[in-house]
C-alpha cells in the first residue's frame, strides 16, 4: 500500500536564498490548512527550531540520527496545533565527522523517520547549507525535493551542481527521489537581472517552476526573531499572501487525497528531564484560532 505521506527536503547548498525561511514558512501554511506536518530541523545552525521560539532541548535531532532515541521522543508542538518541530542544536555539528564510520550512514535519517511517517501527512526536511552528509541523509530519506531558488546569476551554478548531486542520489540510494519544484525567492521585479533569471530557469525547468514569486519582504525577515512564521506574524504581509499562495501550489501537485487529520500525541515535554522545549524568556506564541481573524481556512 501506497504511503499517504510526503516527505520534502527543502535544499540548496547556497546560504542565504531564504532555504529555511521558505521550509518554516510552508510547514506552516500546511499545518494551516490543517495537514498533519512535521518540520525537521537538519541544519546545525538551528534557525528553523529558534523560529518557533523553540531553544535548548533535552533531545534533538541528532538523539534520534544516533539512535539514542526515537523521533516521537524529540519532537517539539508549536502554536499550531497540526504542526509538530523535530528540533536541531549544536550536537548536530559533529554529526556529519561521527556518522563516516557508521553503517548505512546514509539512511539514518530514513530510519529515525520510518516510526513516524504514516503519523504526518507531510514531512518537510530543512537542509544544511551544503552538499555533505547530513543533506545526503535527507535526500535519501525524501520523496521529493522543493528547492528555493534567488534570482541571481550564482544562484543558477550552484543549481547545476546540486542537480547533479540528485542525480547520484537517484542512482545510488534512492530512485524515487523526485524534483517537487523550484520556488523563486527574494523576487525583485525591478531588478532586470531578477527577470532575466526567472525567465531562463522556467525557459528550462517549465512547469517545474512554481507560478508564485516569494518577494523581498522586511516582515518575513522580521518574524524569526519573534519565535513566529510569518502567517502567526503578520498574516497580511506580501510574504504571507506569498507562502499560502505557495503551499497551496504545491499541495495541489502533490495531490493529498483524504480528509485532514492531526498529528498523534507527543510526551509532554521535558517528561523525563523536567525542562522544557521553548527557551525560557521566548516570545510568547498566538493561540491558532488566531488565523482565523486573517483570513486563513
Do not use: W
Not at 229 to 246: E, F
Not at 278 to 290: I, K, N, Q, T, Y
Request: net charge negative.
Amino acid at each position: 500500500m501506497a504511503s499517504r505521506s510526503r516527505v520534502i527536503a527543502v535544499v540548496n547548498q547556497k546560504g542565504g536564498v531564504g532555504k529555511t525561511t521558505t521550509a518554516v514558512n510552508l510547514a506552516a501554511c500546511f499545518a494551516a490548512s490543517e495537514r498533519a506536518t512535521l518540520l525537521v530541523d537538519l541544519d546545525p545552525q538551528a534557525n528553523a527550531s529558534s523560529a518557533f521560539g523553540i531553544g535548548d532541548t533535552p533531545r534533538q535531532v541528532y538523539d534520534a540520527i544516533i539512535g539514542r532515541c526515537v523521533i516521537k521522543d524529540v519532537a517539539c508542538p508549536t502554536a499550531l496545533s497540526h504542526l509538530h518541530v523535530v528540533p536541531a542544536g549544536q550536537d548536530l555539528v559533529g554529526a556529519e565527522v561521527e556518522l563516516v564510520s557508521a553503517m548505512s550512514r546514509e539512511r539514518r535519517l530514513e530510519s529515525a523517520l520510518a516510526d513516524v511517517r504514516e503519523d504526518y501527512e507531510l514531512i518537510v526536511i530543512d537542509c544544511p547549507p551544503s552538499l555533505g552528509l547530513l543533506t545526503l541523509n535527507a535526500l535519501t530519506a525524501a520523496d521529493s525535493i522543493l528547492i528555493p531558488l534567488q534570482c541571481e546569476y550564482y544562484a543558477l551554478e550552484g543549481l547545476a551542481r546540486l542537480l547533479e548531486t540528485v542525480d547520484l542520489v537517484r542512482a545510488h540510494l534512492n530512485p524515487g527521489v523526485a524534483l517537487e519544484g523550484i520556488a523563486l525567492t527574494m523576487v525583485d521585479l525591478r531588478n532586470n537581472l531578477s527577470r532575466q533569471v526567472e525567465r531562463e530557469v522556467r525557459g528550462h525547468f517549465g512547469e517545474k517552476v512554481y507560478r508564485t514569486r516569494i518577494p523581498r519582504n522586511v516582515r518575513l525577515s522580521e518574524a524569526p526573531s519573534h519565535g513566529k512564521p510569518i502567517i502567526l506574524y503578520d498574516i497580511q504581509s506580501r510574504g504571507a499572501v506569498a507562502y499560502l499562495r505557495l503551499a497551496e501550489e504545491v499541495l495541489s501537485g502533490i495531490g493529498q487525497v483524504g480528509p485532514p487529520r492531526k498529528p498523534p500525541e507527543l510526551p509532554a515535554p521535558g517528561a523525563e528531564t523536567g525542562e522544557s522545549p521553548v527557551a525560557s524568556g521566548g516570545p510568547d506564541l498566538p493561540e491558532e484560532s488566531d488565523l482565523s481573524e486573517g483570513g486563513v481556512r
